[in-house]
Structures are given as structure tokens and as C-alpha cells.
């Protein structure tokens, strides 16, 4: 399978909107995760191939995570940024596993793309 690549990063006033995209399919998980400067790496949102999704407390009614399943490609809608969602983030997948919710620990997923970084300023 494809490792995943995401792009979509930047730099943004608190209160704005960034999307993130991952291109890659095929798996039975994908999540987003983040990691900032200092802080272990945490799951922020995750999505199961038969839709199931969840998101972390912190960025839930602001975050959106979603595929497109033709373009094999991964979002991640991002509203109302904060500060504290300043890190980088990565897309995350895995095959096959049976969980009933979506899996939020780095150590069950075992493709990871490179990272694009999100910058939130107040």
C-alpha cells in the first residue's frame, strides 16, 4: 500500500480554518495525530472503513474528519483554531484489527506520513 503523504499545512490567526489532506486508501483505520514541541504525540481524529469516527475532546464540534474514497485521499476539516492546536500533524493507518472504537494510540498504526506542520497564532 501507498505510504501516506499529507499536505495542507500553514500558518493562522486564531479563530481560522485550515484543511489537511492525506493521499492514501485502502487501510481499515486512519487517523490524524499531533504532536507539539515538548508534548507526547496524541490522536486528534480517526475515521474506521466502515465510517465510524472519533475525535479527541479538545478539538470535538471543531474538527471534521472525513475521505473521499475516489481521490483515496484523507481530510481533515479544521475550524476555530486555537493556539494549542500548534503542532505537527500526521496521518496515520492500519490494516485489518477489530476495535470497537476507532484507535487512538500511535502504536496501533503502522503507516505514518512525514508531517505538515500547523501553526495557530492569537
Known amino acids: 500500500q501507498v505510504q501516506p503523504v499529507e499536505s495542507g499545512g500553514g500558518s493562522v490567526q486564531a479563530g481560522g480554518s485550515l484543511t489537511l489532506s492525506c493521499v492514501g486508501s485502502?487501510?481499515?483505520?486512519m487517523a490524524w495525530f499531533r504532536q507539539a514541541p515538548g508534548k507526547e504525540r496524541e490522536g486528534v481524529a480517526g475515521?474506521?472503513?466502515?465510517?465510524?469516527?472519533r475525535y479527541a475532546d479538545s478539538v470535538k464540534g471543531r474538527f471534521t474528519i472525513s475521505q473521499d474514497n475516489a481521490k483515496n485521499t484523507l481530510y481533515l476539516q479544521m475550524n476555530n483554531l486555537k493556539p494549542d492546536d500548534s503542532a505537527m500533524y500526521y496521518c496515520?493507518?492500519?490494516?485489518?484489527?477489530?476495535?470497537?472504537?476507532?484507535?487512538?494510540?500511535?502504536?496501533?498504526?503502522?503507516?505514518w506520513g512525514q508531517g505538515t506542520q500547523v501553526t495557530v497564532s492569537s
Open positions: 475515521i474506521a472503513s466502515d465510517g465510524r469516527r
Open positions: 496515520a493507518a492500519r490494516n485489518g484489527g477489530s476495535y470497537v472504537f476507532v484507535p487512538f494510540r500511535d502504536v496501533d498504526y503502522g503507516y
Open positions: 485502502g487501510y481499515t483505520y
